[in-house]
């Protein structure tokens, strides 16, 4: 199985500020990887698919990034909805899996 | 409107079967696969198995001897059964989507169903 390793696994950061979150996947996934977020008691919500698509109705401030074994999550001028939990995804090979999660918080 | 809703009993004893079902709607379960997921407490996901529109199903190795996906087409439903529960299987199970011509990305997700495993 393909292993995706996430971090930070907590981040705190403050409004406006811009946050990265890695994942790297223990072999090449050719942009396989699709990153989510998850509010406390709700249900996982995409963010971007192949690497970099930013999934319809997701605001610009949410990009991402990489290639290979290396890809990242950044989030620019942090707003007090993002607090949340991400995860990123790899669908390149079976099964899919997932990192462990990166929990953020506000400063 | 795209929508999955998971349903089951949220209490199961070790030993017994889990059965779920996840019910669709505003999309055809011929056109999309529908994939389950489960969570435990909030920690990470871990990706259980399939529905391929055409019928066909894919399964993790991780639960292939205890773990069949079925659906009813006509009702718009999905069917999880997983045997020999124990413990550790505790957590929040979620239907997905995807779209099969597209990468296996989820795209909709239910809500998500509790399930403990407990006597």
């Not at chain 2, 001897?65 to 087409?73: E, V």
């Not at chain 2, 999905?78 to 957590?91: H, P």
Request: aromatic share 12%; net charge negative; glycine share 8%.
């Amino acid at each position: 199985d393909i292993q995706m390793t996430q971090s930070p696994a907590s981040l705190s950061a403050s409004l406006g500020e811009t946050v990265t979150i890695e994942c790297r996947a223990s072999e090449d996934i050719y942009n396989g990887l699709a990153w989510y977020q998850q509010k406390p008691g709700k249900s996982p919500q995409l963010l971007i698919y192949n690497a970099n698509s930013l999934h319809t109705g997701v605001p610009s401030r949410f990009s991402g990034s990489g290639s290979g074994t290396q890809y990242s999550l950044k989030i620019n001028s942090l707003q007090s909805e993002d607090v949340a939990s991400y995860f990123c995804q790899q669908y390149y090979d079976y099964p899919w899996t997932f990192g462990g999660g990166t929990k953020l918080e506000l400063k | 409107q795209v929508q999955l809703k998971e349903s089951g009993p949220g209490l199961v004893q070790p030993s017994q079967t889990l059965s779920l079902t996840c019910t669709v709607s505003g999309f055809s379960l011929t056109s999309y696969s529908v994939h389950w997921v489960r969570q435990h407490s909030g920690k990470s996901l871990e990706w259980m198995g399939r529905m391929w529109s055409d019928g066909d199903t894919s399964y993790n190795s991780a639960f292939t001897s205890r773990l069949s996906i079925s659906r009813d087409t006509s009702k718009s439903q999905v069917f999880l059964k997983m045997n020999s529960l124990q413990t550790e299987d505790t957590g929040t199970y979620y239907c997905a989507r995807n779209f099969d011509y597209s990468g296996d990305y989820f795209d909709y997700w239910g809500q998500g169903v509790m399930v403990t495993v407990s006597s």
